[in-house]
């Protein structure tokens, strides 16, 4: 796929084909590709937890709190993204600048882990609505939980959704 048709094509995705696995092969080629992300001082504060089966569903069950994220439960994956420690250069950097790089960081290698999944023909879907505790609990860690992610394939006939954005005049300025 050319990279614009990508970045037009990748969605979030709320309507999983709950009978259609994910290879381990393109998995890790998502997760590959989100370790090839710039991060501060190339520290890589992320670690992933592939999730599937009855584990997946555990992790998907904690992001439907209130209703929310039902879709979740038919993503035959989830990925858990914990925020790891930063290296020394980039806790020094971020504690003399104040910038908080490891969510720049965990953004940055997520986009690049749901582009890859797109250019599979994978679908996924960011979510930033969970139960922090409780995956804590199951995955048996103390770190930040940050995001969870479903991948896995579209319903067939999930429609390609016309892109809502601010216009470019908003996001953008030219000053010389
Ligand atoms: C940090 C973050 C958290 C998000 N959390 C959720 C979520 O909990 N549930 C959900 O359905 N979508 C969630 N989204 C998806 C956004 O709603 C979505 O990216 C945005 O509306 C743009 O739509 P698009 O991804 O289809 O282009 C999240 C996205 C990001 C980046």
Redesign the pocket.
């Known amino acids: 796929m050319e990279f614009r048709e990508v970045l037009s094509r ?3 995705c ?1 309507a999983y084909d709950p009978a259609r696995p994910v290879s381990k092969e393109d998995i890790l080629a998502c997760i590959e590709a989100a370790g090839l992300a710039p991060s501060a001082c190339n520290s890589q504060p992320y670690h992933f937890t592939v999730c599937t089966g009855d584990f997946g569903k555990a992790v998907a069950k904690a ?1 439907t709190g209130m209703g ?2 039902k879709f979740a439960l038919d993503a035959p994956c989830t990925i858990v993204v914990e925020e790891a420690a930063y290296n020394a250069t980039a806790a020094a950097g971020s504690k003399f600048k104040g910038q908080d790089y490891r969510s720049i960081d965990i953004g940055l290698a997520v986009s690049q882990l749901v582009l890859e999944a797109q250019n599979r023909g994978l679908a996924t ?5 969970f139960d922090e505790k409780k995956l804590k609990a199951l995955l048996g860690t103390d770190a930040h939980i940050r ?1 969870v992610i479903t991948l896995g394939y579209a319903k067939e006939g999930d429609p390609l ?1 016309k ?1 809502s954005r601010k216009e470019l005049e908003k996001i953008v300025e030219f000053k010389e």
Do not use: V
Request: with cysteine; proline share 0%.
């Open positions: 990748r969605q979030s709320r992001c929310m994220n879907c960011i979510l930033g609505w995001l959704r892109k």
